[in-house]
T-cell receptor, first 111, second 118 residues
Framework: SQQGEEDPQALSIQEGENATMNCSYK?????LQWYRQNSGRGLVHLIL?????REKHSGRLRVTLDTSKKSSSLLITASRAADTASYFC???????????FGAGTTVTVRA | GAVVSQHPSWVICKSGTSVKIECRSL??????MFWYRQFPKQSLMLMAT?????????EQGVEKDKFLINHASLTLSTLTVTSAHPEDSSFYIC??????????????FGEGSRLTVL
């Protein structure tokens, strides 16, 4: 069943601005992952954050995790037109590797 | 990262026919593969988990006789949509994990296969 819920559903920003999207989940997790999907394509793994981590960086991406609030955020800094895509969070429960995906946030970066 | 290939990337078929989609791990041995279905502008819904050499485990509500999954080798899993109908039209995506990936949570996704049933 789908566990993650994301907001906003859609986001439109100007190139160079930052984009922030949030993900909330319902049950305990082993890790939380963020993926990007370009229209009609497969998923690209962006970053994985474990339940005992609070923040993680990868290039222009910053992910936070608050297990007490069961929420995570993805920040894309200095956005580019190429960042236009849908972004999904996915959670893996303890002792399991099956991912449950959120509804996704569609990000449009205007040149 | 590791490469997972799906084939075909798109297929159009007539109602009542069966369609087979292949998912291959090109540079690693995938002990476990996952099949997802995605409707337009929606999230991915897990359909089933397949382990090499054993029967697939289907999620609740997914008809195993409708969506046949075979994982005969460590590099290939197939999904066959039997007697396809227009409501089966969707984007099907596979992901694969090796043993290390199952521990780390790192999965690799194929490019997806778009099925259109007329």
């Amino acid at each position: 069943s789908q566990q993650g819920e994301e907001d906003p559903q859609a986001l439109s920003i100007q190139e160079g601005e930052n984009a922030t999207m949030n993900c909330s989940y319902k049950t305990s997790i082993n890790n939380l992952q963020w993926y990007r999907q370009n229209s009609g394509r497969g998923l690209v793994h962006l970053i994985l954050i474990r339940s005992n981590e609070r923040e993680k960086h990868s290039g222009r991406l910053r992910v936070t995790l608050d297990t007490s609030k069961k929420s995570s955020s993805l920040l894309i800094t200095a956005s580019r037109a190429a960042d236009t895509a849908s972004y999904f969070c996915a959670t893996a429960p303890p002792n399991d590797y099956k991912l449950s995906f959120g509804a996704g946030t569609t990000v449009t970066v205007r040149a | 990262g590791a490469v997972v290939s799906q084939h075909p990337s798109w297929v159009i078929c007539k109602s009542g026919t069966s369609v087979k989609i292949e998912c291959r791990s090109l540079d690693f041995q995938a002990t476990t593969m996952f099949w997802y279905r995605q409707f337009p502008k929606q999230s991915l819904m897990l359909m089933a988990t397949s382990n090499e050499g054993s029967k697939a485990t289907y999620e609740q509500g997914v008809e195993k006789d409708k969506f046949l999954i075979n994982h005969a080798s460590l590099t290939l899993s197939t999904l066959t949509v039997t007697s396809a109908h227009p409501e089966d039209s969707s984007f099907y995506i596979c992901s694969a994990a090796g043993l290390a990936g199952l521990n780390t949570g790192e999965l690799f996704f194929g490019e997806g296969s778009r099925l259109t049933v007329l």
